[in-house]
Structure formats: C-alpha cells, structure tokens
C-alpha cells in the first residue's frame, strides 16, 4: 500500500476526537475509504471492509485484519464519526433494514 494517506475529505470535530480516542490511524482510515464497502443509510454512508469484496492480491494484507471491525460514517464528504465493531459488515446490513412496524403490510399491498 502506498505511504501516502491523505484524504480529500472534510473532518468533523467529532470525528477528529473519537479516532484519536479510539485509535484509528490515518493509514488504517485510509485503506478504509479506498477499498472498505459502502452501506448507504439515512443521507450518510458507513464504510467498513469486507475481506470477499476486496481484490485476490489485497486479502492477505494486515489491514484487512484490522479495518474488518471499524465503521467509518460520511455524509456530503464529510467525516461524521469512527467506530469499532465486531462483525461490523453484518451489524450495518442489519441496522439498514426496515423496523417490522414501518415494512408496508401485505394487506395494504394488496389494496392497491
């Protein structure tokens, strides 16, 4: 991976905080945003990395290992907030669904 790890994006105070407190490295938040997949929610994107999504010769890098818990949150280029999460792919997948009680029902579907 390139030594480089600028990033062309606004940073929020509170993400600025919270990376340092939780301690992601630019590096780290870099291989992020370059390969991590992206689950659109509610106006923002969360960013995380998924080992099956990445490229043959990436798969085996460390990163990988590292960035496959941490979701990075961003809205209009603009980074929001940092987390670590355990299984994080599958905590965003989830967290996108709709609640039961806001599915159309099937009755209202069969109405129209």
């Known amino acids: 991976m390139a030594a480089d790890t600028r990033i062309d994006v606004a940073v929020t105070h509170h993400f600025a905080t919270r990376a340092a407190q939780r301690g992601l490295s630019p590096r780290l938040l870099h291989f992020i945003l370059s390969y991590g997949t992206e689950f659109p929610a509610h106006g923002a994107v969360s960013f995380t990395v998924r080992a099956r999504d990445l490229p043959d010769d990436l798969r085996d890098l460390p990163e990988v290992e590292l960035a496959k818990d941490w979701i990075v949150v961003m809205a209009e280029n603009t980074l929001i907030t940092c987390f670590h999460r355990p299984r994080a792919s599958a905590f965003l997948r ?9 599915r159309p029902c099937r009755t209202d579907a069969l109405r129209s």
């Open 94 to 102: 989830r967290k996108n669904k709709l609640p039961s009680w806001a």
